[in-house]
């Protein structure tokens, strides 16, 4: 048993697997989600409940939030009972979500004001990289907070890197998700322009795997292209999110605002909740 005490918030597709890792690596994990219920799996694989966010963040030496968006994460750490709210004194809390460089900023300035550290580390890769552990993860904090946070990373990924103050780590993910978005927008756009020739989309799958083109991207998501399923591993809503956030970064290239546009009609479509994928079945009209 490791005898870091660590904390997590946010129990959502990618939080259940990510605490799961740590409990198979033997840290004692305390945790805390917004709807309880949804503690259950993490629970029964031997986590204890916090109860409530003040209690997570003043009882664990090491606290994770991995929520949807800037809102989700401000609330986290300032509410009135929040995970700042009791003695934090010398904790460290890492917020792994995605969020603006700004907004870590901000998480990093209000665990500064009680005395606590702070570090960003959105991860990249989905839920099966959460589930093997084989996620990167875009660190942004001082070299200390990296070094007590590594022996984590090393268990949630497959590799970390300290790529420089808080809020380049956001930076860096605002970016690998840029090039995601137009990667999937392209994946849809090829094969349905293929199709509408007259090519079968399993042919035009396997010219663009078998080729140069083919991606780890591009292969996980030909099947449910295939199936024209798309059960979420990464939400829809959020790639639009952090393509909006790219923008509001300054993100001002030929690409960027059409991509943005598009996954954003297809958020508004009622596709939000559908993988990232789904953006094929919104252009399929
Ligand atoms: P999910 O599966 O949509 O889960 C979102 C989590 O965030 C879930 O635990 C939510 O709690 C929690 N949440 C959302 N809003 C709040 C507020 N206001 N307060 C507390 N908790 C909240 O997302 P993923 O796990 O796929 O992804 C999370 C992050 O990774 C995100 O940054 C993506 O961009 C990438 P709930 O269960 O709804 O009570």
Redesign the pocket.
Known sequence: MNTTKIGW????????PMVSNLLKAGYAVQVF???RN?EKDVLDAGATAAGNLSKLGSGNDITLT????D???K??FT?PEGLLAGEVKGKLFIN????SPETSRFLEESCINKGAAFMEA??SG??KPAQDGTLIILAGGTEDAYQKAKPLFDVLGKLSLLVGPVGAGSAAKLAI?YFLGLNLQGLAETVLFAQANGVKTEDMLTIINEGACGSGITKLKSPAILKGEFP????L???A??LRLAKEQGLDAPLSTPLYESFKQAQEAGLG?EDVMAIYKHLDK
């Open positions: 918030a946010g129990l959502g597709n990618m939080g259940i989600n917004r709807t949804k991995m929520v949807s968006d809102a989700a994460a609330e986290l509410a792994v979500s995605t969020v959105p991860v989905s839920v998700n979420a591993a990464f939400a809503k959020h790639l999110k952090d909740d």
